[in-house]
Nanobody, 123 residues
Framework: QVRLVESGGGLVQAGGSLRLSCTGS????????MGWFRQAPGKEREFVAS????????QYADSVKGGFTVSRDNRKITMYLQMNRLSPGDAAVYFC????????????????WGQGTQVTVSS
């Protein structure tokens, strides 16, 4: 059974930083694309960033380019999202996603989801 567990969320002031982690188990981590999505209250879940199976390619939503960095350490079966210069607009529940697609960008591409971690940004 695939299990994805996020951690690292919390409360941060605007302009601050957080690093999210997602640890996977249940199938060969290195075979799958990984990504981050987020969902704010009253809004649809949206793509944030993704990284290919061996970490050679990354993609970002336009809204986070230049501020967020996605990476993965396959030896630790963990993906990361470094979020810098956070703004109140970044506040949401952040979800880890895994896919057979090497690059994830849309919800239908996702095979498995984590339970989510809350990110709150105070102004």
């Amino acid at each position: 059974q695939v299990r994805l567990v996020e951690s690292g969320g919390g409360l941060v002031q605007a302009g601050g930083s957080l690093r999210l982690s997602c640890t996977g188990s249940g199938r060969t981590f290195t075979s799958y694309g990984m990504g981050w999505f987020r969902q704010a209250p009253g809004k649809e879940r949206e793509f944030v960033a993704s990284v290919s199976p061996i970490g050679s390619m990354t993609q970002y939503a336009d809204s986070v380019k230049g501020g967020f960095t996605v990476s993965r350490d396959n030896r630790k079966i963990t993906m990361y999202l470094q979020m810098n210069r956070l703004s109140p607009g970044d506040a949401a529940v952040y979800f880890c996603a895994q896919s057979l697609y090497p690059q994830i960008e849309t919800l239908p591409q996702v095979d498995y989801w984590g339970q989510g971690t809350q990110v709150t940004v105070s102004s």
